[in-house]
């Protein structure tokens, strides 16, 4: 995976401006920490950090490449999955290759396509392709948003980047913040509406989209989506296509120069994505697959059962490295990390986050690191497959509202800028503009109806959060993860499998557990959803309160502008009681709560943020 970025701009000489390219590109200096690159023109600069994962000779970026009398540069973060495929289409067509990069295939496509190449595309991308001689700027994103890409128009200028930290390199870009930037953070946080950049001005390219800037202007186009239609196809024949599906998307991941692995936590998904990779590892003699797992310093002596979290993760995970025989890593982080990581952990996100969730995450991935550039992940199958309560409980399916947020009035009561009426209309009114942009199909149950619409809300924002923060956490130590259950062809043939089928055996993912029966040992198969593990030390508590104490106490603080002192400072004192409810899913409750402000205070300071 790479960083990327770039400046067009109708009215200044770009080729002038090279230390303002310089800054953007520094920032991005953790996404890609193996080489960088700079291309400029009068009109146009693109620039590129690498972290080389195919092809090091020949993957260089920006890429140029000429045809005719059209020079095309490309900046471009990802990976393809079906490079080979389309190499072949392409020298059928006549091209030739100079070495065997994703990145070459990709630039080439384009040459051939145009705009329609990134129907051919499987895999996870964000890119930009500057064409010369048209003087015309092409944009786009992957199906899922797996990587980001932001993008402003500043006057004649369109900047555009890998993250917001390299948009706000940018002399003209402010890190400026409106009332609807403060509903993001505070009513909506960690998520966001899809598009929103959170800053003023500033929008994230949408994921299936497209967009191109030439002199005339700007158009944005959407060129995927879900199409709803019957279900055909029988419960064998489901099974089938799924499996199939599933070890198709896993094995096509598994294609690097460089080391890979798996994490591991002993739950179907990351099993099954281990167990498919042992495979493959195996029948090519690539030696023992590495897979890591992630938990926390007296986790042991603190855990306690609960229906989200029924069980910890440490005898599964070792069931499971036992079972395929990998080369195991057990990561353990401690109390005072988790602290000190809060900081970092926003600024690779450029946002307040999921706090101990995210700091873990960077952690963890910072230890992979040194044994692995590439690491495959289970994220997406509890969206894809309906692996989360809100799926099969009525009480939460049938309560309109987001059903991992339902805090939104005691959000607001923490504010000054948003009365509890006016948050609980903006949430809302993000909430029905998403059901209403479902894809309907006619005639279908009203209950199947709504499990689409279930649906299509975790895709859209429960799902886009987490890969958010698995982007962020990962290239911020220089680690590529993939998520193999995020391949859009899976998320097709799932959007209209019907919800009794995906509930087989009334378990949740039971028709992904039952299409895998066999790669693994039925316990695990059927172990129950267990989420991504938290600490459950009570230092952690402890620290998070003293840390937001400490920010109460701080007459300097920005944040103090911006909430309710007297309210929070009564949540800290009843140790988080009158709030009520999770802030966000069920992993944030009242220590990630006063890690969360903590994180807002940081990213206040940080970025020297200014209100309008």
Not at 174 to 187: H, M, N, V, Y
Not at 309 to 334: C, E, F, K, M
Request: proline fraction near 5%; charged fraction near 25%.
């Amino acid at each position: 995976m790479c960083g990327i970025a770039g400046w067009i701009d109708w009215q200044r000489d770009l080729s002038k401006q090279q230390s303002v390219l310089e800054g953007m590109r520094s920032t991005l200096v953790n996404r890609g920490p193996d080489a960088s690159g700079i291309w400029v023109s009068t009109c146009a600069g693109l620039v590129h950090r690498r972290l080389i994962v195919i092809d090091p000779a020949g993957g260089e970026q920006p890429m140029v490449r000429k045809r005719g009398n059209h020079t095309y540069v490309l900046t471009y973060n990802g990976e393809l999955y079906n490079t080979d495929e389309l190499r072949e289409q392409l020298q059928a067509k006549g091209y030739a290759f100079e070495g065997h990069s994703d990145t070459e295939v990709l630039l080439l496509s384009y040459m051939e396509w145009g705009s329609k190449c990134v129907e051919y595309f499987n895999g996870i991308y964000a890119f930009g392709i500057w064409d010369e001689t048209e003087q015309c700027l092409f944009l786009a994103r992957d199906r899922m948003g797996v990587k980001p890409l932001f993008y402003t128009r500043q006057g004649d200028a369109l900047i555009f980047g890998s993250e917001l930290k390299a948009l706000l390199a940018h002399p003209q870009v402010e890190p400026l913040i409106d009332r609807e930037g403060l509903a993001e953070i505070f009513l909506m946080g960690p998520a966001r509406t899809p598009g929103c950049g959170v800053f003023h001005g500033i929008y994230e390219l949408r994921p299936g989209y497209w967009l191109t800037y030439r002199r005339s202007g700007m158009q944005v186009q959407k060129y995927w989506s879900l199409d709803s239609r019957t279900h055909r196809d029988n419960m064998e024949r489901t099974k089938e296509q799924v499996r199939t599906l599933v070890q198709d998307a896993i094995k096509r991941q598994l294609v690097a120069d460089v080391p890979v692995c798996t994490c591991l936590s002993g739950g179907l998904d990351s099993s099954a994505i281990s167990a498919v990779a042992r495979n493959v590892y195996q029948e090519k003699g690539l030696g023992p697959l590495h897979t890591f797992s992630i938990d926390y310093l007296d986790n042991d002596r603190y855990f306690k059962p609960s229906a989200f979290q029924p069980n910890s993760d440490a005898p599964w995970v070792q069931r499971v490295a036992d079972y395929l025989g990998t080369q195991h890593h057990d990561i353990r982080i401690d109390t005072p990390q988790l602290m000190e990581a809060l900081k970092t952990a926003v600024l690779a996100r450029d946002l307040p986050g999921m706090a101990d969730v995210d700091a873990s995450l960077y952690l963890f991935c910072h230890e992979i690191k040194k044994d692995a550039t590439v690491a495959l992940s289970g994220e997406c199958a509890d969206e894809v497959f309906g692996g989360y309560p809100w799926y099969y409980r009525d009480e939460m399916l049938n309560t309109p509202g987001f059903p991992w947020s339902r805090a939104t009035r005691e959000r607001a009561e923490l504010l000054t800028t948003w009365t509890p009426g006016d948050a609980m209309a903006y949430v809302n009114q993000r909430y029905s503009d998403t059901v209403a942009e479902t894809p309907k199909l006619q005639g279908e149950s009203k209950k199947e109806a709504r499990m689409r619409e279930m649906i299509y809300l975790n895709l859209t924002w429960f799902m886009t959060t987490l890969l958010d923060r698995k982007d962020r956490m990962s290239m911020a130590a220089g680690l590529e993860v993939r998520v193999p259950f995020c391949d859009h062809r899976i998320v097709e043939y799932m959007w209209n499998v019907p919800w009794d089928m995906k509930y087989y055996n009334r378990r949740e993912k039971g028709l992904l557990r039952t299409a895998l029966e066999g790669i693994l040992p039925h316990d695990v198969i059927w172990r129950k959803k267990s989420p991504y593990p938290k600490t459950h030390n009570p230092n952690y508590y402890q620290g998070t309160k003293a840390l937001l104490q400490e920010v109460l106490n701080d007459k300097n603080s920005p944040l103090l502008q911006l909430i309710n002192v007297q309210a929070v400072q009564e949540m800290l004192d009843t140790d988080g009681a009158g709030f009520g409810k999770p802030w966000f899913g069920q992993l944030m409750a009242s220590a990630q709560i006063f890690a969360y402000l903590v994180q807002v205070d940081i990213w206040l300071r940080a970025y020297k943020v200014r209100m309008m």
